[in-house]
């Protein structure tokens, strides 16, 4: 199992942040647009005074080692849901894949601390975990570079949107 930390800087303030994080546009361009993703579909989004939850369907470009495709199968998808806490400000998700569920793990959080007026940082903690016999870590080591990809890709931009957007 793979714990590991993404954190990047964000040129916003904290309400920008969140309230560009939900919303669908940006989603919708992030990851169908920037990050290439053949699929990607907001399903539910409901908020209420204490929470915030998003389900979404997703179809990654997948740049993985060839046995690692070959497990994993050319229409890897997953499905992920999270919950944004109002009170503690702490998005927290679960990714369960299309196939393979029962061996494969992908979860974590993400909160927000203030460098500025004008800036925060986003800390994400993810876990990933792979049961799958003889290339579990493969799978694991896979996934956490294509993760950090793309929280990092994520963050440019988010920064170029929020400095055309707002």
């Known amino acids: 199992m793979g714990k590991f930390t993404v954190t990047n800087e964000i040129n916003c303030n904290e309400e920008m942040f969140w309230k560009v994080f939900f919303d669908k546009e940006f989603n919708e361009k992030l990851y169908r647009g920037h990050l290439g993703f053949p699929d990607f579909r907001i399903l539910d989004q409901r908020d209420s005074d204490t929470e915030t939850t998003r389900k979404v369907a997703g179809t990654p470009k997948m740049n993985v080692p060839g046995p690692v495709a070959k497990v994993l199968g050319s229409n890897f998808s997953y499905t992920e849901e999270g919950r944004f806490n109002k009170a503690t400000k702490v998005w927290s998700w679960k990714m369960t894949p299309g196939n393979m569920a029962d061996k494969l793990r992908n979860e974590g959080t993400m909160r927000i601390e203030r460098v500025g007026d004008t ?16 290339i579990g870590g493969l799978i694991e080591s ?25």
């Open 142 to 166: 896979s996934a956490e570079k294509q993760l950090r990809d793309g929280w990092n890709d994520s963050a440019g931009f988010m920064n170029d949107w929020v400095k055309t957007h707002t």
């Open 119 to 134: 800036k925060v940082r986003r800390v994400a903690e993810l876990v990933i975990e792979a049961k799958v016999f003889g």
